[in-house]
């Protein structure tokens, strides 16, 4: 079992910075693929960025350029530092861990954090 408990979250302003850590706990030895969804107000959950353990990245098309996603294998962290946050990027965001893409963007298998909130004001 895999436990992960993200942090980081709050309010900012349009155009302001947060960076969301995820850490992990628990036997990680067969864990792939690492990264983020959201669910914004209203929406399903969907998502956002993944990182490999080759350190391959992804992101969706909505956050390219403003988003970027790390991983500290020593500290058995992911994070995601985001920058000129928008309205529309308020969500509660998820860390999600899987052993390979498809199960990783289908929810298939894998775990999930709890969720923090991103709340950003216009």
């Known amino acids: 079992q895999v436990q992960l408990v993200e942090s980081g979250g709050g309010l900012v302003q349009a155009g302001g910075s947060l960076r969301l850590s995820c850490l992990a706990s628990?036997?990680?030895?067969?864990?792939?693929?690492m990264g983020w969804f959201r669910q914004c107000p209203g929406k399903q959950r969907g998502y956002v960025s993944y990182?490999?353990?080759?350190?391959?990245?992804d992101y969706r098309d909505s956050v390219k350029g403003r988003f970027t996603i790390s991983r500290d294998s020593a500290k058995n962290s992911i994070y995601l530092q985001m920058n000129n946050l928008q309205p529309q990027d308020t969500a509660v965001y998820y860390c999600r861990f899987a052993d390979a893409l498809p199960d990783f963007l289908a929810d298939r298998s894998g775990y999930w954090g709890q969720g923090t909130q991103v709340t950003v004001s216009s």
């Open positions: 990182i490999s353990v080759d350190g391959y990245t």
């Open positions: 628990g036997n990680t030895q067969n864990v792939n693929i």
